[in-house]
């Protein structure tokens, strides 16, 4: 999982920090590992779970309860939370990896990926990793902009959309439409989920999430090696 730059950055941080220092951002380091992880998980369980909707279509469906059709929802959308969840922790635990690399203004506590960007801007506006930031436009994303959307939004309510009495066809014994729905803007009244999709959407997030990180970290290890962090290379 580890790309090569992930792999030496920890190594440096292994070899050249020491104490406290090295304990915290060791710790973040390996955090941003396991939760990308935890992202590729979630994602997964979902795909692999999905074509379970089509069982129901395809068997006896006599004996199916409305209840066992609301308890595969339940297992489904906890694997949705679980994805946006993990995926916004990622940044976070990205964003107290930077604070802690790169020394910035001593912040401590409560830190989020947006206030280590402004941080990163304030600090140390020189450096590889903010000019790549910059370059990624990452703020105005739009996979970005989904990931925060639904994060918040999967926090307090279940935002997918999948109703045995309006998908399903119990004259042909069929799913009509076996989509995990998505609203086009959560935080919107009423819903409207007309053109999003779990799996188009959580891919989108998965790989741009992925090739951020592992870009972010080649320039990291580009500041390590060039005196613009605090580690003393």
């Known amino acids: 999982m580890l790309s090569e730059s992930q792999r030496e950055v920890q190594s440096i941080i292994e070899s050249k920090l020491s ?4 304990d915290d951002a060791l710790l973040f380091h390996i955090s941003v590992e396991r939760k990308l992880l935890s992202v590729e998980l979630w994602f997964q369980n979902v795909v692999d779970m999905a074509p379970g909707f089509i069982q129901y279509g395809t068997s006896d469906t006599s004996n199916k309860s409305e209840f066992d059709i609301n308890s595969f929802l339940v297992k489904i959308s906890a694997n949705i939370d679980a994805f946006f969840m993990s995926s916004k922790s990622t940044l976070d635990s990205f964003g107290h990896e930077i604070r802690s690399l790169y020394d910035l203004g001593g912040h401590k506590g409560d830190l989020y990926f947006e206030n280590a960007l402004d941080l990163l801007i304030a600090h140390h506006s020189g450096s590889n990793l903010n000019s790549y930031i910059i370059s990624s436009n990452i703020r105005n994303n739009s996979w970005y902009q989904d990931l925060k959307a639904y994060r918040k939004a999967s926090a307090h309510e279940s935002i997918i959309q999948i109703k045995p009495s309006l998908d399903f066809d119990f004259l042909t014994g ?38 951020f990180i592992i870009e972010s970290y080649d320039a990291v290890l580009n500041d390590v090696r060039n005196g613009k962090t605090k580690i003393d290379f």
């Open 19 to 22: 104490g406290l220092e090295k």
């Open 174 to 211: 069929r799913w009509k439409d076996i989509w995990l729905k998505l609203p086009l803007n959560p935080t919107q009244r009423p819903l409207n989920y007309d053109g999003k999709n779990f799996t188009d959407t959580g891919k989108k997030i998965k790989e741009s999430l992925f090739k």
